[in-house]
């Protein structure tokens, strides 16, 4: 069950990759589909604590660099047909059932889709449409890869606080805080693709995720959240001689942090009898 | 950080990272300001009795500066020597000084964490349970102007 788990995980993120990629209709399909194994990803998860198993999100690397998306569809479709011939001895026949079903209309669909050329790994770094000088460029190249990753990281720590967690209250924060970071990957990871410097985020340590105190990490968090929101203005100041539009998407996302610290206050609120300054 | 192919390249695609299986030691680097540490995990191998860095891993939690410090200390590290090893951390800790001082707090984390991973193997070969070996910065990652 930990290989197919760890095998689902890169699936999804292989194809998260993919969607980020392409630039057609195939798009939305691939999305859709890093979405479900996802939720597979989290279904497994829960098999493996009802059978205290010990787990991590531990992963092998995950090469996505290819001309064509036939080839990623390729490397997917293998890693598809290897978690479902490992399925076969899963103790919950249902989930099994479940997944089996699921990765063979992927599977299907995958096949058929239409090839692209892929311009995701080009390092041209331009935005369509777009001419930032190369310090706006400089800046928005590190912003993309730090936060992609700190994304990611946060999807990996909400989600598996919220497997170890019976607490309603905090299972509902937890909840909205994957949703907004699985957002803001997605809106972080196109643009990463636009630029020619998509990558997939390095894998998440440990100790990270495996929280021994919610207290500190909530405390931590908040603060990470401000940094975020210094490093969004910060941003959206150097974009936005260049572009406006830009600008005012750092702006957005900016703003949409101060409901994420609010959110952490009220989960350290609840932990804490008290409110937090 | 200014910004060429390679070093966009090592964003992208960061070398030696991950985890690494039947490592025969383990080092930390860190920075106790922040909270910030590099994890490196080598294999050793040895060539005519003397031991060197077959293969090397490290994980961070830090900035995409530390990763890109991490990719290529561990890549320069990778087949050297132990003597080659402190020669790198060496040349890296005196390099420091003319970095910023976020880029040079980050770099002295991994050539820490590479000197505590050699240094913890020595060690476990006369104590076979010698605890991870644990370095701390000196550099702060804060640029002065930020810390007054």
């Known amino acids: 069950m930990k290989t197919v788990m760890i095998k689902t995980h890169e699936a999804w993120l292989e194809m ?3 969607g980020f990629m392409s630039k057609t209709k195939n798009k939305q399909v691939l999305f859709d589909f890093s979405d479900i194994l996802f939720r597979h990803f989290t279904w497994l998860e829960n098999e493996l604590i009802e ?14 660099k290819v001309e064509r998306l036939s080839d990623l ?70 912003f993309l890869f730090e936060e992609t990753y700190k994304e990611y990281e946060l999807i990996l720590i909400y989600n598996y606080l919220k497997a170890h967690s019976t607490d309603a209250y905090m299972n509902r924060i937890f ?60 941003l959206s100041e150097a974009v936005g001689k260049e572009s406006q ?3 005012k998407f750092f702006d957005f996302i900016n703003h949409q942090e101060n409901y994420h610290i609010a959110l952490m206050k009220d989960a350290l609120k609840h932990f804490t009898g008290r409110d937090h300054e | 950080m200014s910004m060429d192919a390679k070093l966009i390249e090592h964003m992208m695609n960061p070398k030696n990272y991950g985890t690494l299986e039947g ?12 909270g910030e540490k590099v994890a490196v995990a080598i294999k050793v191998g040895k060539d005519e009795d003397e031991p060197y860095v077959d293969d090397i891993r490290f994980q961070a939690i830090g900035c995409t500066t530390t990763v890109v410090a991490g990719s290529m200390l561990t890549e320069e590290a990778k087949g050297l020597h132990f003597k080659g090893i402190y020669d790198l951390v060496e040349a890296t800790m005196h390099f420091l000084d003319k970095l910023p001082p976020e880029e040079a707090a980050c770099s002295e984390m991994v050539a820490l964490a590479i000197k505590a991973a050699v ?30």
Do not use: W
Not at chain 1, 51 to 62: F, Q, T, V
Not at chain 1, 186 to 213: C, H, N, S, T, W
């Open chain 1, 16 to 18: 998260l990759m993919a």
């Open chain 1, 73 to 142: 569809l390729h490397a997917i479709i293998v890693r598809l047909n290897e978690i479902d011939l490992q399925l076969l001895s899963s103790p919950d026949k249902a989930l099994a059932e479940r997944i089996a079903t699921d990765i063979h209309y992927m599977v299907d669909v995958l096949s058929h889709m239409s090839d692209e050329m892929i311009s995701a790994f080009n390092m041209e770094r331009r935005l369509p449409g777009m001419a930032l000088t190369q310090d706006a460029t400089d800046a928005l190249t590190l």
């Open chain 2, 23 to 34: 490592a025969d030691a383990h080092g930390i680097g860190k920075n106790p300001d922040n």
């Open chain 1, 175 to 234: 909840q909205i805080l994957i949703d907004e970071s699985f957002f803001h990957l997605k809106r972080f990871g196109e643009m990463g693709a636009q630029m020619g410097i998509l990558a997939v985020p390095r894998i998440v340590m440990k100790e990270l995720y495996q929280v021994d105190d919610v207290i500190p990490f909530l405390k931590d968090g908040i603060n990470e959240e401000l940094a975020a929101k210094e490093e969004c203005i910060k």
């Open chain 2, 119 to 148: 240094d913890t193997y020595a060690k476990r070969l006369e104590e076979t349970d010698y605890p991870v070996i644990t370095y701390k910065v000196v550099h702060s990652c804060v640029p002065k102007e930020e810390k007054e």
């Open chain 1, 51 to 64: 059978l205290d198993e010990s787990y991590s999100y531990d992963r092998d690397a995950i090469p996505i």
């Open chain 1, 245 to 247: 539009e830009l600008a």
